[in-house]
């Protein structure tokens, strides 16, 4: 059992969300987090961070301190405001004590001065993502009917086990991750595939169809929902 836990976590990419208003560095740090095996998003400003969040889950949250909008300090203190409980990191040149209080204050877990060495950058990503990897797998989500199980990947639906493939689990935990929300199709590529996979929105679909024949009963009311235009969204 700890050997299949083990590898389900090692399968399972981290997501992180890296906002900072200078593109260079932006485009810089997205590579190599990528090259390293993280799956990233990134936002260019304090207020299009927010809405990241909203729409998808985030292990790690990277934020410059200084950003057009809102700050890293205040989109720091909103996530925390609104619930959200993965890692925060902040990056500023701003390297006095009291600024470093602030930065933990407002609900970072780590702080980080510019200019850096992407080394060390690197070594915090992962002994932030791997607290709070260890905190999501001790955790079964569930929602409604069905349980998530991420340490296993494995779903339930009313305590009954349901036969899912890898991608399958994949996206259905995704979509339950975001429950109520819609998922454009864009995102879930990106997420089950990678930005680089080689899949085309019909694959998905395919994929989509498949997963409903599992996870709903005939005569019940549907949970996956295809919203025209736009993605899936899954209500329990």
């Keep these: 059992m700890l050997r299949l836990r083990m590898q389900a976590q090692e399968e399972r990419l981290t997501m992180l969300l890296l906002a900072e208003d200078d593109p260079k560095i932006g485009r810089y740090l997205v590579k190599f987090l ?8 990134y936002a260019a400003n304090g207020a299009e961070a927010l809405d990241y969040v909203k729409m998808n889950v985030y292990e790690l949250v ?25 890692g925060i990191l902040m990056l500023t040149a701003r390297d006095t004590l009291e600024n470093k209080v602030e930065g ?34 001790e955790d079964i989500l569930r ?14 639906k009313d305590g009954c086990h349901l036969n899912l493939s890898k991608r ?9 991750e975001n429950h109520g929300r819609v998922v454009p199709r864009e995102t879930l590529l990106d997420r089950i595939w990678g930005i680089d996979g080689e899949v085309t929105a019909n694959n998905l679909d395919a994929h989509i169809r498949l997963l409903r024949k599992k996870v709903e009963t005939k005569g019940e009311q549907k949970h996956i929902l295809n919203v025209r235009g736009m993605g899936y969204k899954l209500e329990a």
């Design 62 to 86: 990277i934020l410059d301190w200084m950003m057009p909008e809102k700050d890293g300090i205040s989109v720091c203190r909103e996530l925390r405001k609104n619930g959200y409980d993965g």
């Design 143 to 156: 929602i409604g009917p069905f349980a998530v199980d991420r340490a296993t990947m494995t779903v339930s």
């Design 104 to 137: 933990l204050e407002a609900g970072a877990d780590d702080y980080l001065v510019k200019p850096f060495e992407y080394r060390e950058l690197l070594a915090r990503v992962k002994a932030l993502a791997r607290r709070s990897r260890k905190t999501l797998a």
């Design 168 to 176: 399958e689990y994949q996206i259905f935990q995704f979509l339950l």
């Design 34 to 41: 990528q090259q390293d095996g993280y799956n990233v998003d």
